[in-house]
C-alpha cells in the first residue's frame, strides 16, 4: 500500500467510486458519511491524508479542515465539492487545505495529488511527530502555546527528558510574530564551561588564546527571533549575572568586547531539574529564575497522557516503514495493548525508538509483541502476576528480581538471562529500586 486515505463524502455511490479509485492505485482506505464521523476516525486511525467533501451536515469540510490544522497539522487534508469558487478555495486554503479539487473529479487527478500529498507528509512528519495527540493534556499544551506565542515574554519549559520540550519550543517560535526572524538553540549543558560564555555572547579577536577572529554569539545570531536556552539547570552560576543582564536589558556585551550591543529576542529556556529547589540550595539565582519563568509551559509525561500512545505508536510506525520501503504495518491487540500499559520513563523519544525496532524486526508484517523490547515484555509479567495497584506492581516487580538473584547467587547476568531481559534492563531496575545484595 501506498498510505493510508480518509475519504469523508455524504454522497453514498461517490464516495464508493472513488474508494475502489483510491484502491486500485494501491491507497488503503477508510470512509466517513460527515465530518463528525470522519474526525472520530481521523483520530484512531491516523491517516497520510484526508479528502473531505465542503457541504455535509451535521459537520462539514470546513469544520473538518480546522480540526486538522490544529491536531494534526502534518496531514494533508483534499477538499472536495461540487461548489467550487474562488472565495470558497481561497478560504480553504487560509485554513490550512493542501489542495482544492471540485466535482467531477478527473480520477488521475486525484490520484496525482493524492501521490503528492503523500511524499509531503512523508517529508513534514519527522518535525512534527511529538506533537501527535488529541489527549485532553496535549489539547491544554496547544492552547498554551498559543497563548506563550501571542507574548515576548519569556517562557521557561519544564518537563521530563524524552518529552518533547524543543518542539514545543519550536513551536512557539513557529506561531509568534517573531515567525520570520531565526531560531536558535544552544544546549547550556553540552558546551564545556570555559567556551560558554563565548558561545553564548561572542568574543572579539586576541580575548583569549584560540580566540584567532571576531565571533558572534548565539545571542546575536537570533537577533529579531527567538534563542531557546536548553538544559538551563545547568548554567554556571559565574555566567547567570550576565545572561540576567542580557535578558533585561536586551544588550549583550561579547567576551573582550567594551560597546554594549542591543538585541530583540524572545527567550525560552527548558530544563528536567526543578528549579525552585536549586534556587533554595543556592545553585540558581533567584533574580535569573523569575526572569525566566515569566511564563511557564509542562510538557506531559507520555504516562500521563497514554490515549496517545496509540496514535503516536501507527504514527512512528508509519514513518520508519516509509523509510525502509515497507507498507506501514499493523499493530497486533496484544502489542498495542502492551504499549499501552508500559511506564514509558523514556517518555516519547522512547516511543519512538521501540517503534524504529519494531518496524525493522517485522519487516513489513504485522507487528506483535515479540517485536517489543525484553524490558516491556518483562513488566507484562510483573503486571500479570500483580494486583490492579501500583504499590502491588512494585511489590511483585521487586519480588521477581530479588528470588531471580537469589537463585543465581546474585550472579546478574544469569539471573537477566533467568528472567528473559537484558542485563542493562536488570540493572535499571537494580539502581531503580535500589536493590543491592545484603
Known amino acids: 500500500m501506498l498510505g493510508k486515505v480518509l475519504l469523508i463524502e455524504d454522497e453514498q455511490k461517490l464516495r464508493r467510486v472513488l474508494q475502489l479509485v483510491l484502491e486500485e492505485a494501491g491507497f488503503q482506505t477508510k470512509s466517513a458519511r460527515e465530518g463528525g464521523e470522519g474526525i472520530t476516525l481521523w483520530r484512531s486511525w491516523a491517516p497520510d491524508v484526508v479528502i473531505t467533501d465542503l457541504r455535509m451536515q451535521p459537520v462539514d469540510g470546513m469544520e473538518v479542515l480546522r480540526f486538522g490544522t490544529e491536531y494534526f497539522p502534518g496531514t494533508p487534508c483534499i477538499i472536495l465539492t461540487a461548489f467550487g469558487t474562488v472565495a470558497t478555495a481561497v478560504d480553504a486554503m487560509k485554513l490550512g487545505a493542501y489542495d482544492f479539487l471540485t466535482k467531477p473529479v478527473d480520477h488521475s487527478q486525484l490520484i496525482e495529488v493524492v501521490q503528492q500529498a503523500v511524499v509531503e507528509k512523508g517529508k513534514a512528519s519527522q518535525h512534527r511527530y511529538e506533537m501527535v495527540g488529541t489527549s485532553p493534556q496535549m489539547e491544554e499544551v496547544r492552547a498554551e502555546i498559543k497563548l506563550l506565542a501571542s507574548t515576548d515574554s519569556a517562557v521557561l519549559i519544564q518537563g521530563e527528558s524524552g518529552t518533547g520540550k524543543e518542539l514545543a519550543a519550536r513551536a512557539i517560535h513557529a506561531a509568534s510574530s517573531r515567525r520570520s526572524g531565526p531560531f536558535v538553540r544552544i544546549n547550556c549543558a553540552s558546551i564545556p564551561r570555559e567556551l560558554l560564555e563565548s558561545e553564548l555572547f561572542g568574543h572579539r579577536k586576541g580575548s583569549f588564546t584560540g580566540a584567532t577572529e571576531n565571533r558572534e554569539g548565539v545571542f546575536a545570531a537570533a537577533n529579531g527571533g527567538v534563542l531557546f536556552l536548553d538544559e538551563i539547570g545547568d548554567l554556571p552560576m559565574e555566567l547567570q549575572p550576565k545572561l540576567l543582564h542580557a535578558v533585561e536589558e536586551k544588550e549583550i556585551t561579547p567576551v573582550g568586547g567594551r560597546e554594549p550591543k542591543a538585541i530583540s529576542v524572545k527567550i525560552l529556556s527548558a530544563t528536567n531539574q526543578n528549579l525552585e529547589e536549586m534556587v533554595r540550595q543556592g545553585r540558581f539565582r533567584t533574580d535569573l529564575f523569575y526572569r525566566l519563568n515569566t511564563m511557564v509551559l509542562r510538557m506531559p509525561p507520555l504516562r500521563e497522557r497514554r490515549g496517545d500512545v496509540g496514535l503516536l505508536a501507527r504514527h512512528f510506525a508509519a514513518i520508519f516503514a516509509n523509510e ?115
Open 324 to 438: 525502509l520501503g515497507y507498507e506501514p504495518p499493523e499493530i497486533s491487540d496484544q502489542a498495542l495493548k502492551m504499549l499501552e500499559e508500559y511506564h514509558w520513563p523514556g517518555n516519547v523519544r522512547e516511543l519512538r525508538n521501540v517503534m524504529e525496532r519494531a518496524v525493522l524486526l517485522s519487516n513489513g508484517r504485522e507487528m506483535g509483541d515479540s517485536h517489543l523490547p525484553e524490558s516491556m515484555r518483562f513488566e507484562k509479567r510483573v503486571q500479570e502476576k500483580a494486583g490492579d495497584s501500583s504499590l502491588d506492581l512494585i511489590a511483585k516487580e521487586q519480588e521477581m528480581l530479588l528470588s531471580a538473584l537469589e537463585q543465581c547467587n546474585w550472579n546478574q547476568t544469569k539471573a537477566a538471562k533467568k528472567l528473559n531481559i537484558t542485563r542493562s534492563a536488570l540493572r535499571y531496575r537494580l539502581q531503580k529500586y535500589g536493590i543491592k545484595r545484603g
